[in-house]
């Protein structure tokens, strides 16, 4: 069975800092991964996914993420955090049989000026 | 833009008072997904439609229920809600076909409290 697996339930930055968000899968096929993030009272906005290709994904609100077959992970950096940028960020991955989104835990982001 | 809308975006409800909450999309997807989200917890998914063929999670309650009358529209019914169900829920969709993955494209959700 896929799982995802998010190290870290909040993470906390200074505005500038570098962004790092941590997530881990396990899939026996060629995994489609996916990170969306969702703001208070919001409903779930995608960032940016990998399907196949290029290994090195760029997302909106210059966010990026890199797939690492050999290391199971895909996660989720900016390089300058922002303040807009605290939410919840999760991370999940496409079960290929299903068609059903199995998520992480979730990795809050807080942002200190 | 083509969007996925969620009506109301907040609901108040008696315990046991039924409660339906209205999903509508204009991107003409096949799928549609509604989720319920506790405090702090990721999306548990309720149920899905491709189509009009229903698709129950093994583990949902029979307290709720959906109905999907066109393409466009998909309602989640609380019979009887408890106060274990004040969470967020959430619909998405997908598009066709099958098997191929597409990410999902979900809606602002609708807040239930129940007092």
């Known amino acids: 069975a896929q799982s995802v697996t998010q190290l870290g339930s909040h993470v906390s930055v200074s505005e500038g800092a570098l962004v790092l968000l941590r997530c881990n899968y396990s899939?026996?096929?060629?995994?489609?991964l996916f990170w969306y993030v969702q703001y208070p009272n919001q409903g779930l906005q995608l960032l940016l996914k990998y399907t196949t290709g290029a290994t090195l994904v760029k997302g909106i609100n210059g966010f990026e993420a890199e797939f690492k077959k050999s290391e199971t992970s895909f996660h989720l950096t900016k390089p300058s955090a922002h303040m807009s940028d605290a939410a919840e960020y999760f991370c999940?991955?496409?079960?290929?049989?299903?068609?059903?989104?199995?998520f992480g835990t979730g990795t809050r982001l807080q942002v200190f000026p | 833009d083509a969007m996925v809308i969620q009506n109301p975006r907040y609901q108040v409800t008696q315990f046991g008072k039924p409660v339906t909450l209205s999903c509508s999309q204009t991107?003409?997807?096949?799928?549609m997904y509604w989720y319920q989200q506790k405090s702090s917890q990721a999306p548990k998914l309720l149920f899905h439609y491709y189509d009009k063929d229903f698709n129950n999670e093994a583990d949902t309650p029979d307290n709720f229920q959906s109905r999907r009358p066109n393409t466009s529209f998909c309602f989640l019914d609380i019979r009887s809600p408890g106060l274990g169900d004040a969470a967020m829920y959430l619909c998405?969709?997908?598009?066709?076909?099958?098997?191929?993955?597409?990410?999902?494209?979900f809606g602002p959700g609708t807040r239930l409290t129940v007092t």
């Open positions: 998405a969709t997908s598009p066709f076909p099958r098997g191929q993955r597409y990410e999902q494209y």
């Open positions: 999940a991955v496409s079960d290929r049989n299903t068609d059903k989104l199995i």
């Open positions: 991107l003409n997807h096949n799928v």
């Open positions: 899939s026996s096929v060629p995994p489609y």
